[in-house]
């Protein structure tokens, strides 16, 4: 039992493990994380309908999207940016996410609406396509939650998709948010609320912090009566700087900052907006 309890707890070695897809791709899950995505009042796994809304109509104007305009959206989810840009009439809108879940939701929502909006199902790291974006949207952070070989992997396809004149705009967690992040650790019967699995369980959760590289995680150690597993939510926190350095080798670099994807003026916070383009 002390074995147990003391390997639950220990701290990892900095983004040793990768199981973001148990988080998006196990059913049980999976169910909860679009129940959070399409409750327009919470800020969980999407943001608020509200902001959403206020951020595809900067986004259109900000980028001059029209009828003739390419949109791809990494980890579109169940839509919610994708569906309101075409809905705006934009011309060409892709999206692309691994959760079978969320994708048939969209896909479900864009048939009622009559709206000719393309979806991929599969790991956007393996994704290829000869078209050129004049926009590519990576939003909720969805950055902070890769290791630093799938960033480089996932700038390298930015890179080679995007359009000669064409911007990406992304959000993520800054060196701000991360220097109030601190380390604990809390046992639980059915934590969240049943979120972890339909079947009763224990949650063990520890928060680590990894100072020189700006990295937090979350690690759920989950007892069933039948299994116990592990999942690891690791985010790295960016400055202006670090940022540029990972965009550098890839040929692109920050043009503009703001606080968040509705173009608010850039200030000190626990997350701020980039458009990126070619150097
Ligand atoms: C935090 S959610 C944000 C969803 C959407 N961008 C929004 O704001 O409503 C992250 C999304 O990225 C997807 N995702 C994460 N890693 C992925 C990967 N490697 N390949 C494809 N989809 C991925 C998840 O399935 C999930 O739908």
């Known amino acids: 039992m002390f074995k147990k309890i003391d390997e639950a707890c220990a701290k990892p070695v900095v983004w040793s493990a990768y199981t973001a897809d148990v988080l998006w791709t196990d059913s049980h899950i999976a169910k909860q994380m679009l129940a959070f995505h399409l409750n327009p009042e919470l800020s969980l796994a999407s943001r608020t309908a509200e902001f959403i809304g206020a951020s595809v ?7 001059n ?19 309101r840009l075409k809905s705006k009439g934009v011309g060409t809108v892709v ?4 959760s079978q879940n969320s994708l048939e939701h969209a896909r479900e929502q864009a048939k009622e609406s009559k ?3 393309e979806y991929h199902y599969g790991n956007y790291l393996e994704y290829s396509d000869a078209r050129k974006f004049d926009l590519i949207t990576l939003v909720m952070c969805d950055l902070c939650a890769l290791n630093p070989e799938q960033r ?4 390298g396809k930015f890179k080679s998709l995007l359009a000669s004149n064409g911007s990406i ?13 601190g380390e604990s650790r809390n046992l639980e019967k059915n934590a969240m609320g049943g979120f972890w699995s339909a079947e009763e369980y224990w949650c063990l959760q520890s928060n680590f912090i990894y100072e020189p590289e700006m990295v937090t995680l979350d690690k759920y150690v989950i007892f069933e009566d039948s299994r116990e597993w592990t ?12 940022l540029a350095s990972e965009l550098e080798p890839h040929g692109l670099e920050i043009k503009a900052k703001y606080s968040d994807l509705r173009g608010n003026p850039f200030e000190d916070g626990n997350e701020m907006a980039l458009v990126i383009s070619h150097k």
């Open 169 to 181: 705009a992304l959000d993520v967690y800054t060196t701000t948010r991360f220097a109030a992040q």
């Open 231 to 242: 999942v690891y939510n690791w985010l790295q926190h960016f400055d202006l700087e670090m």
């Open 57 to 63: 109509d900067w986004l259109i104007s900000e980028f």
């Open 95 to 98: 999206g692309l996410d691994f």
């Open 152 to 155: 480089a992997m996932l700038l």
């Open 115 to 117: 709206l000719d909006i």
């Open 65 to 83: 999207l029209s009828a003739e305009s390419k949109t791809l959206d990494f980890g579109c989810g169940p839509g919610l940016y994708t569906q």
